[in-house]
T-cell receptor, first 117, second 114 residues
Framework: GAVVSQHPSWVICKSGTSVKIECRSL??????MFWYRQFPKQSLMLMAT?????????EQGVEKDKFLINHASLTLSTLTVTSAHPEDSSFYIC?????????????FGDGTRLSIL | DAKTTQPNSMESNEEEPVHLPCNHSTISGTDYIHWYRQLPSQGPEYVIH???SNVNNRMASLAIAEDRKSSTLILHRATLRDAAVYYC???????????????FGQGTILTVHP
């Protein structure tokens, strides 16, 4: 149980295009999901907290107009990288927690590797 | 957020126990100690978590010091599939919409030798 799925797992696109990444909780409802970014040889950096039915909370230094987050349902959050450039190339990972388990485990997707040419 | 300190890397032989240490001297009374691991090109995987008492599950054991300023993740018999980056994270009770968020450090790279 507690499976989180990300799609796509890998995407290559041209500079200037927008890319949407989906994060789904397959067997549970997630009122809160988290989006992370990981550059090669580095640790995960939290980008934002996605809350169903309300605006996302962005970490300091993350451009909210660049990284659009939508959490329209209890099982789906999307991250759109707008006007992507090569410096946005990274490994993007989402996670979700089970309802009612505020400080319990987070369940992670397998990540999306984004390459901008 | 309270910070954790872990060794950059550790090595083990297959079938032997592994003890991965973590220091968290500024832990607050309500911080949970979480361990996750990340295999190459995958998202992190939850391993175990605890508050004060030692914890066991099918993957590992978590030994928490009495003063809670350190903890040790124990893999009882390492396998090649346990080679990963292991993250020790304090998960706090900060309020607001980022409640319970995880802040990842650099973790410990575990190498398991056949």
């Amino acid at each position: 149980g507690a499976v989180v799925s990300q799609h796509p797992s890998w995407v290559i696109c041209k500079s200037g295009t927008s890319v949407k990444i989906e994060c789904r909780s397959l067997d549970f409802q997630a009122t809160t999901m988290f989006w992370y970014r990981q550059f090669p040889k580095q640790s995960l950096m939290l980008m934002a907290t996605s809350n169903e039915g309300s605006k996302a909370t962005y970490e300091q230094g993350v451009e909210k107009d660049k990284f659009l987050i939508n959490h329209a349902s209890l099982t789906l959050s999307t991250l759109t990288v707008t006007s992507a450039h090569p410096e946005d190339s990274s490994f993007y990972i989402c996670s979700a927690k089970l309802p009612g388990q505020g400080l319990g485990p987070q369940h992670f997707g397998d990540g999306t590797r984004l390459s901008i040419l | 957020d309270a910070k954790t300190t872990q060794p950059n890397s550790m090595e083990s032989n297959e079938e032997e126990p592994v003890h991965l240490p973590c220091n968290h001297s500024t832990i607050s009374g309500t911080d949970y100690i979480h361990w996750y691991r990340q295999l190459p090109s995958q998202g992190p995987e939850y391993v175990i978590h605890g508050l004060t008492s030692n914890v066991n599950n099918r993957m590992a054991s978590l030994a928490i010091a009495e003063d809670r300023k350190s903890s040790t993740l124990i893999l009882h018999r390492a396998t090649l599939r346990d080679a990963a980056v292991y993250y020790c994270i304090l998960r706090g009770t900060a309020g607001g919409t980022s409640y319970g968020k995880l802040t990842f450090g650099q973790g410990t790279i575990l190498t398991v030798h056949p």
